[in-house]
Structure formats: structure tokens, C-alpha cells
């Protein structure tokens, strides 16, 4: 989004409504056959330097009941050293370099095969090559046909085992393929092998990072080899971390000004452990960053030397990163384009000053800058980084002379503050008095918090008392909630249909805190609230200064996006419903409540009036009917996973409850209200069903907690205790006889 005082509302909205409400999408032709043979041939010398780890079908016996076994997976990224070596010269002004991977894995039933059935991948270079083959047992390797190949959307989630480390050169420039695999049957063996070059142009630029990478170790399927290798020249940064006991990047003999660092894994196997678990902070992980620079000195960047691995950084060395990247914010660009973050401020303050913010409360206005801020967010593509939105906010807090402090910290699903290795890592926060506030979304108020910073260890850092020096730290801790903090609240009224086939229901969902930050994204889907999000702030209608044309334009536009709008929200809902339910939907009704995008309401609260049939059996003249089942699906722990070794991360403490009320049909009366009651609480949390009836009404209510955000692994006993009462409780009925 472009800050232009030029531009009239019309022109801004039809800007963003481009933006914002068109996909933009990849042509679904078929790769050029004339590329066919060349691909293989670019590809085939890898085949025939095929690895140690790659020469055997056969795997280990302990894994013969698993899905699949990967039996090596390899990637080797290669900056190529003619290029680099001058890429910032007068004649080169692109850095190239080359990516390498090998993929091996046996196929042991149809689960796997299905997983499989389609596979990636990248082309965009005459020097890239892939070639994918089948081995069956006792056969030799059939290469697949590429010629069904077709190119995917921009955005297609590529599965892991087919995407490159380099996607942002990827999607700019190239683009990934699918393939169908067909006669794929359980006992194959899959292989690809494919290379790739890439082209960075980096003409304005001498300092280029890359994005980090987090390689976690277990992945879906046992891997009995891993490797990565990167390598670079003498102008570059190498930054890895290994974590939960994964093992390290190590830097191998190297020529005179080339670098290499590997890491390699063995025989690992799947973790068990999948519920309530957070990845990057519980399975080995290794993290590692590749960074480009033409500069010796490389200001503030957290690099580390050239040539070494570096593992980490001092707090003083994190924190002056942080305040040295927000000082410079000024300067850099808002989106796209030349206005940067310092014109955004000014042109901000001005517009507060026209709406009288020079004579509100200090609260009012803080409130005011928010919700401003947070409609610039509103009308663009994507969120603005946590960095950036700080300096906006308290920049504009400076012009009212409210002190602010910055806060830095690290999300709790990544790691500590004392394992951040990438300026990617840093969450930034404003504190103003004593309430914080976070980076805004389409949907946040000032002041709500963020799961992902709950009761996080940060730092309060200040400007350094002299150039270059370490800013002032503060040690500080983020809050946290409560399980009443963060609900989930859901009214239900259900009745049979005339015809004792169908239950009809209405649902009243409300969500407060973190349920509601969970659950706003899909409530307000097709829910055309940018519209009149200025009035948050008490800015002015987008039609006040048009002309009579302009405004019919403008309210065209408007309708259009409106009527689409409102033709798509059911079918969504419905979809969503679907999913909850898993079972058929019908006659879905939407209707939205309160969107709770302000302070004085803001609890999101929507109605749902649909239709099931799958809760319904018949049994001769009585009916079984499952109330209790309209608590949607409840959480299922496997036989596999009832072991616990690793601690337990429910990410925050939370509420649900479920108030569901049932009319009986006339001529029926109601029984089994009794085994339906059910009570199970200990410190890890709670699960209670209470069933009663009531003037030809059955009533029932049932309340699930999760007490804390972390729990110790040995714990987990508690925990089962009322999650598999919550679950079993689902497939509980009650019985409607007819009266004698």
C-alpha cells in the first residue's frame, strides 16, 4: 500500500480491493516438452554419484511396521564461487547459487502411497535437472513420465520433501511442477534426484540474508540418513544452533577462501509424542542462516565472523541489534514503493492533529493511534513486522510527548531469548505506563495480548547513554492469562425436524482473549469490516470528499465486494461445520453479532443455524438421538501416544462450555440423562457433563479446562483423565420412547 495525500478514497479502495481480494495466480500449463530430455540429462550425473547412504533398498527391521522410511534425504547448497567471488564488481550484479537434493524412501502401505501420489518440482533454468524413479522389489528403477507435469499456484503449500531452501528466489523468479505418480503400491521404492540454479540479482544491495531455516530432526516418517551442506566463499556469514540434542553443523576442510559446513543425521525415528507439543522447542532442531555481504563491517547485524559457525549472541550484543534496526526504521520503507516509515508517522500525525487527537486523554489518544494504525493494516497485503509497527506507534506516542518504552522477546513456540540467532526472532512490544501493546492485526484492540509472547522472559531496552554503546536492559517478564481469561462459550438450541430425521440447531459461539484471537481469522471471513473501519478511530467516511460520480463508483465497488461477500460466507461456513462435524450440513444460516474489533464489545459472537443428520438413529418407534456429540469432535489421544515423554505445551490455559438445550418432541419422553453426567478435575484440568430435564426441555451442560499452559510430562496420566472423559462422553445418546 502506497501513502499518497493525492489520492482520492475511490482510487485507495479500488487499490485495495485489488490487493487484497484477487488471487493472483500461475498459469496450470503443462511444462514445455521441448525441456523434457533436458532435465533428465542435467540431472542423471547425480544418480551416478550415487552416495553410500542412497545404495541400499533395505531397511532396518524395527521400522518394518511404519508407514514409510525415508532412506536418505540429502541437500547440498553451493554459492558458486566465480560468480560470488565478483558478484558485487561493475560487470556482475547477480549472485548465483545451486541446490542439490536426493530423496529416497520406501513405501510400506497405502497411506504412504497416497501421501506420494503427487510429486514436486522446481524449473525455471536451462541448467536444472530432476529425474524421479520407482524401484518395485525385485526390479529394476523406472524413470516416472514427466510429461503430466503441470505448473501450481503461487502459494501452494510444497510438501518438505520437495521444497527448496531458497523459496523467495524460488517464487520470484521460478516455478514448481507437479507430477502424478501412477502404479505406486505399497513395498516401492520412491527416488528423485534434482538440481536447480538460482539467480539473486543484488544490485542494490551489498548485504543480503537469507531466510533462516529450522531443520527439525523427526519429521513423519523414520529417516535413517540426513545430511545438508552448505557452502560458501569468504564473503560470507554462517549462522546454526542445535537444540533438544540434534546434532551440529560441522565446518569440513576447506579450500583457501571457500567454506563448508555439514550436518548430518542418522537413524532417527518418529517421536510418538504429537499432541501438545511444540516442535522447536521439544524435538532436535538445528537452525542456520546464510548471510552476504560485501562489507567488512557490518553494522549491528547479528552475524558472527566469516568463515566460523557462530552459535549464539550476548544480550548486550541482541539488544544493540534490536535498538540499532529501530533507530533505522525511519528510513525504510513502508511497503513497496518511496514513502518510508518516517513520511507514514508524519503523515499520521498530521491526520490526528485534523481530528482533534492534540486535545484528547493521553489514554484516548493512545486508543486513537492504535486503531489508525491498525486501519493502515486493515487495507494492506500484508501485516506490518513487529519492528516496524513499534516505531510507528511510538513514534506517534513521541509526538504527544508519552513516554514509551521498547521491549524485545522471542515467541515461545521458537525459543528463549538466549537462542536468538536470527534479527528475524525478535518480537518487539511498546510499553507505554503500565499497559503493553503488541503489533495490531485486521482484528486486534489495544492492550490484548499475544499467544505466542504469554508470560515470555524479555528485555526492556533504552537508547545507550553514548554512540554505540549497549542500551540500557532491563529484565522483564510478559504476562500471562488465566484459563477464565481465554473462552470459548456455546449456546445451543436443537429440536428434530418434522420428519425425526434431521436435528435442526442454532449455535451461539462466543470467544473472549486468545479463544477469540483463535477463532476471529474464520469468524470473519467474508465479513466485509474494512469498510467501516475508519470509524474506529472517528475518521472520516471515505465518500466525504468525493464528488456525486465518485461516490457511486465508490459505493458500486463497495456493493460488489458486498454481494460476493455474502453469496460466499455460507458455503464457507458450511465447509467449516463440515470439517467440525464430519458429516453432511445443511440449510446453513450465518449471522454475525458482535466482531469484537472495539473495546466496548469486544467479545466476538456470531450464530450459526444448521442441520444435522448423522446424530440421529432410529430404533424401531424410539429414536437415539447424540446431544452431547453437538460438542463438536473432542480431542482423541491413540494408543501410541499414551506414553508421555516430553513435557506438555498447551500453549494457554483456556475454557470451553457448551450449554445445549433440547426440546423434546410431543408425544416422548426423554431417559439415559443420567449416564451422561460425568465429573473429572485434578490440577492439569477439568472436564464436567451435568443432564437434566426441564419442563419438556433436556439441558445440558458441559465445561472443558485446561488449567495451565505447561504441564510436566508426568502429568500426563491427569491430563488423559479428562480429555478421554471429554471424548468418550461424545459418543453417549439418549433415548426419546414414545409416551404409553
Not at 536418505?72 to 541446490?99: A, C
Not at 529394476?140 to 503430466?148: C, D, E, G, P, Y
Not at 544452533?241 to 542418522?266: C, H, I, M, Q
Request: hydrophobic share 35%.
Amino acid at each position: 500500500m502506497t501513502i499518497n495525500k493525492s489520492r482520492t478514497a475511490l482510487s485507495l479502495i479500488i487499490t485495495v480491493l485489488c490487493i487484497c481480494y484477487t488471487t493472483r495466480t500461475l498459469a496450470q500449463g503443462y511444462i514445455d516438452e521441448n525441456f523434457l530430455d533436458n532435465i533428465e540429462t542435467n540431472a542423471r550425473f547425480m544418480l551416478a554419484e550415487q552416495p553410500q547412504a542412497f545404495s541400499s533398498n533395505a531397511i532396518p527391521a524395527k521400522w518394518n511396521n511404519e508407514s514409510a522410511v525415508v532412506i536418505g534425504f540429502s541437500r547440498n547448497v553451493l554459492f558458486d564461487r566465480k560468480s560470488s567471488g565478483g558478484f558485487f564488481s561493475r560487470r556482475e550484479h547477480s549472485l548465483y547459487f545451486f541446490e542439490k537434493t536426493h530423496f529416497k524412501i520406501r513405501l510400506n502401505d497405502n497411506n504412504a502411497v497416497n501421501a506420494f501420489s503427487e510429486i514436486y518440482f522446481r524449473y525455471g533454468s536451462k541448467e536444472d535437472g530432476f529425474i524421479a524413479r520407482i524401484t518395485k522389489p525385485g526390479d529394476t528403477a523406472v524413470n516416472i513420465n514427466l510429461q503430466n507435469a503441470v505448473g501450481v499456484e503461487d502459494g501452494t503449500d510444497i510438501p518438505e520433501y520437495f521444497k527448496s531452501y531458497f523459496d523467495q528466489v524460488a517464487r520470484s523468479n521460478y516455478q514448481y511442477y507437479k507430477v502424478p505418480v501412477s502404479n505406486l503400491e505399497p513395498g516401492d521404492i520412491l527416488e528423485y534426484v534434482t538440481t536447480t540454479k538460482s539467480k539473486l540479482d543484488v544490485t542494490a544491495s551489498g548485504y543480503i540474508e537469507f531466510s533462516p531455516n529450522y531443520e527439525i530432526c523427526n519429521k513423519g516418517y523414520p529417516v535413517m540418513f540426513n545430511e545438508i551442506a552448505i557452502e560458501t566463499d569468504e564473503k560470507s556469514f554462517f549462522k546454526s544452533l542445535s537444540l533438544n540434542g540434534a546434532p551440529v553443523f560441522k565446518k569440513e576442510n576447506s579450500t583457501e577462501g571457500f567454506f563448508r559446513y555439514v550436518f548430518t543425521d542418522k537413524d532417527r525415528d518418529t517421536e510418538k509424542d504429537v499432541n501438545f507439543i511444540s516442535p522447536f522447542l521439544q524435538y532436535p532442531l538445528v537452525k542456520f542462516q546464510v548471510i552476504y555481504s560485501n562489507r567488512d563491517d557490518v553494522k549491528g547485524a547479528l552475524v558472527g565472523v566469516k568463515g566460523e559457525v557462530k552459535t549464539g549472541f550476548t544480550k548486550e550484543e541482541l539488544a544493540r541489534k534490536a535498538w540499532e534496526d529501530y533507530e533505522m526504521v525511519g528510513d525504510q520503507p513502508f511497503t513497496d514503493g518511496y514513502v518510508t516509515m518516517q513520511m507514514v508517522v508524519n503523515q499520521c500525525w498530521a491526520e490526528l492533529v485534523k481530528l482533534g487527537a492534540k486535545d484528547l486523554g493521553e489514554q484516548q489518544y493512545i486508543d486513537m493511534v492504535y486503531y489508525l494504525l491498525r486501519n493502515k493494516v486493515v487495507f494492506m497485503r500484508d501485516y506490518l513486522t513487529d519492528k516496524k509497527f513499534a516505531f510507528l506507534f511510538g513514534s506517534l506516542l513521541y509526538q504527544r510527548d508519552i513516554k514509551s518504552e521498547l521491549i524485545i522477546s522471542i515467541s515461545n513456540n521458537i525459543g528463549r531469548l538466549d537462542q536468538v540467532l536470527f534479527e528475524q526472532e525478535i518480537r518487539y512490544v511498546i510499553k507505554a505506563g503500565n499497559r503493553l501493546y503488541f503489533n495490531a492485526t485486521d482484528y486486534s484492540n489495544p492492550g490484548e495480548l499475544e499467544e505466542r509472547l504469554l508470560s515470555n522472559e524479555a528485555y526492556i531496552i533504552n537508547k545507550p547513554a553514548k554512540k554505540n554503546g549497549v542500551p540500557e536492559i532491563k529484565p522483564f517478564t510478559l504476562p500471562g492469562t488465566t484459563a477464565g481469561d481465554n473462552t470459548a462459550e456455546y449456546t445451543i438450541n436443537a429440536e428434530l425436524s418434522a420428519d425425526m430425521k434431521k436435528l435442526q440447531v442454532s449455535r451461539t459461539s462466543s470467544y473472549k482473549g486468545i479463544q477469540k484471537a483463535r477463532n476471529t481469522v474464520s469468524a470473519l471471513k467474508y465479513i466485509p469490516y474494512m469498510f467501516d473501519d475508519y470509524k474506529s478511530y472517528g475518521g472520516e467516511d471515505p465518500t466525504e470528499k468525493m464528488k456525486p460520480k465518485q461516490v457511486d463508483e465508490y459505493n458500486n465497488t463497495v456493493k460488489t465486494v458486498k454481494d460476493e461477500y455474502k453469496a460466499k460466507k455460507p458455503e464457507y461456513v458450511k465447509e467449516s461445520l463440515e470439517g467440525e462435524f464430519s458429516q453432511p450440513v445443511n440449510d446453513v444460516k450465518f449471522t454475525l453479532l458482535t466482531d469484537g474489533r472495539t473495546q466496548k464489545k469486544s467479545t466476538l459472537s456470531f450464530r450459526e443455524e444448521f442441520n444435522l443428520s448423522d446424530l440421529i438413529r432410529k430404533a424401531g418407534k424410539k429414536y437415539l438421538i447424540n446431544l452431547v456429540g453437538l460438542t463438536g469432535s473432542q480431542l482423541q489421544i491413540k494408543k501410541e501416544e499414551r506414553n508421555r515423554k516430553f513435557d506438555i505445551d498447551v500453549r494457554s490455559p483456556k475454557t470451553y462450555t457448551w450449554n445445549i438445550q433440547f426440546k423434546i418432541p410431543a408425544g416422548y419422553t426423554a431417559e439415559g440423562l443420567t449416564e451422561l453426567n460425568k465429573k473429572v478435575e485434578n490440577e492439569t484440568g477439568s472436564f464436567t457433563c451435568t443432564a437434566k430435564e426441564e419442563n419438556g426441555t433436556v439441558m445440558i451442560s458441559v465445561v472443558k479446562c485446561y488449567k495451565a499452559k505447561n504441564i510436566p510430562a508426568a502429568k500426563w496420566n491427569d491430563m488423559l483423565a479428562f480429555i478421554d472423559a471429554a471424548y468418550n462422553n461424545t459418543f453417549k445418546y439418549i433415548l426419546l420412547k414414545p409416551k404409553q
